[in-house]
């Protein structure tokens, strides 16, 4: 066996034992996806996937065995600390502990704790939630999709420190399902994808997606199957080449039967169809799932005759943001999306007349009405509209209407899932003001592990604000009209 050691295939198939999923004690063999990711590797890797393939169990067993054959060190990233140790516990150590004896005695351990194995040869094997300082040859982050999703701050310190820790002859691997079409997880994954086939630098990362359908476990006998899983699959062939057998079919029946809209998610079939899925605690996850399975979201026709009204979120220290909706018969085209921040007025102003359309009105927040800071006579943002702004030689001016300040933000966000159905919206122009849409989403309480009965202040608050507005001020409320002026 000793001469067959210098080959880390063979320690990686031969050497170690890890726990199945009824919980017996196997040797690991790495499956078909798990060996086409080995032989793949590069220096920076994202694995999208399906659910239960066994990538974190790999990698934690080819960290272990890196520590301890090439004195390699190694993180492990989880999205919380809890899960972190469990790992540790269930993958790392019980990996380690089961190692032939002789194997142990060869390098043994330095410094042991419930997070860190630290060997006699330098190598050693952390967990953590983030990681800063010093330097690493290896870097997993297990479900960085949904670090994005629920701890954004978590995910960008990841970002600006765990990854700077790792040089570029070292590798960092991502893994995780999709979860909603924002955040590094979905950008990396949109760029990564465009990459594949292409020759890769040190500092691109390479794609990699395991469908469910590639597991040769995921399959039952088969049964009859409802017509919109047929279309479905049928579907799969035409266009995307994909082969399902009946027994296949069935499993996914049978999984779809729990999991209900997160299949997609969780089973991709496709790579663009694991974030089609909404994120979780999205307040407009099934009307967005709705627009799209409508074709609601594309190219809308030109109504270029019809007016268009804007609705506006305000930012003094953070975004701006701007919807611009015409109304077209019962519903509402949603032509144009514009967010910037650290900008005046006369910034916006500017954006709307170059964008050339014929305004019928201008619609904002209650906080329009507030003074400008620093100065306590200085004329509110409605009056410095009113008053007007030169470009382009000219005096632009806007009357804004001013949407009530509303005591309920759940009943305005119902609003909101109550117009939805009733619009359409431009994807191009559109697509930053939908991405804050997808993602606007309950606030997540880490200790008790539920979610809070309020939005999440983040980002897509500003866009979603202002879409908010918009239900709001067609719900018919009251609307405030009246310009007060200043006297001096």
């Known amino acids: 066996m000793f001469d067959k050691l210098a080959d880390p295939l063979y320690r990686l198939n031969n050497l170690y034992y890890i726990t199945d999923k009824t919980g017996k004690k196997v040797k690991f063999r790495m499956t078909a996806e798990q060996l086409a990711y080995w032989q793949n590797e590069h220096s920076r890797n994202i694995i999208l996937k399906a659910r239960q393939l066994g990538f974190t169990t790999q990698v934690c067993i080819i960290q272990l065995d890196k520590a301890l054959f090439e004195s390699d060190k190694c993180a492990l990233i989880a999205h919380t600390l809890h899960d972190a140790k469990r790992l540790f516990r269930e993958k790392v150590k019980f990996a380690y502990d089961n190692l032939p004896e002789l194997i142990r005695l060869a390098n043994p351990v330095k410094i042991e704790t419930k997070e860190e194995l630290v060997f006699d040869n330098g190598g050693s094997v952390t967990v953590s939630t983030s990681f800063r300082g010093g330097t690493l040859q290896r870097l997993h982050i297990s479900e960085f999709g949904k670090i994005c999703a629920k701890y954004p701050d978590k995910a960008r310190e990841i970002v600006t420190g765990a990854f700077e820790a790792v040089p570029l002859n070292g590798k960092i691997t991502l893994e995780s399902t999709?979860?909603?079409?924002?955040?590094?997880?979905?950008?990396?994954?949109?760029?990564?994808?465009?990459l594949a086939n292409k020759d890769l630098t040190a500092q691109d990362w390479r794609f990699f997606f395991f469908a469910w359908w590639q597991n040769k476990d995921y399959q039952m006998p088969s049964v009859e199957l409802p017509e919109?899983?047929?279309s479905y699959f049928s579907e799969l062939k035409s266009k995307h080449g994909i082969s399902t057998t009946a027994e296949q079919q069935a499993w996914y029946y049978a999984k779809e039967k729990t999991l209900g809209e997160d299949m997609k998610r969780e089973y991709p079939s496709i790579p663009s169809e694991a974030f089609a899925q909404s994120i979780e605690g999205a307040y407009y996850a099934k009307q967005l799932t709705w627009l799209y399975a409508n074709n609601r979201i594309g190219a809308l026709p030109d109504n270029s005759h019809l007016p268009v009204s804007t609705f506006w979120d305000l930012g003094v220290s953070d975004s701006t943001t701007i919807w611009f909706v015409r109304a077209v018969g019962d519903e509402f085209h949603i032509i144009d999306y514009y967010e910037n921040s650290g900008e005046g007025l006369n910034h916006y102003f500017k954006v709307l007349k170059d964008k050339?359309?014929?305004?019928?009105r201008h619609i904002a927040p209650h906080d329009i009405d507030n003074r400008q800071l620093g100065a306590s006579r200085a004329k509110s943002l409605r009056e410095l509209a009113y008053d007007g702004y030169e470009i382009d030689g000219a005096i632009y001016s806007v009357r804004f209407d001013?949407?009530?300040?509303?005591?309920?933000?759940?009943?305005?966000?119902?609003?909101v899932r109550q117009i939805l159905p009733k619009c359409a919206f431009d994807a191009i122009k559109c697509e930053q003001g939908i991405k804050a849409l997808e993602s606007y989403r309950k606030e997540w309480n880490d200790k008790?592990?539920?979610w809070r009965d309020k939005p999440l202040h983040d980002w897509s608050s500003h866009g979603a604000d202002?879409?908010?507005?918009?239900?709001?001020?067609?719900?018919?409320?009251?609307?405030?009209?009246?310009?007060?002026?200043?006297?001096?």
């Open 178 to 194: 999709a979860e909603g079409r924002q955040g590094y997880f979905f950008d990396y994954c949109q760029t990564a994808e465009k």
């Open 228 to 230: 919109r899983l047929v």
């Open 356 to 360: 050339g359309y014929h305004y019928d």
């Open 402 to 415: 001013v949407v009530p300040r509303t005591s309920n933000v759940n009943e305005d966000i119902e609003k």
């Open 448 to 450: 008790l592990g539920v």
């Open 466 to 488: 202002a879409f908010r507005y918009f239900a709001v001020y067609h719900s018919k409320p009251v609307m405030v009209t009246d310009l007060k002026v200043s006297m001096y």
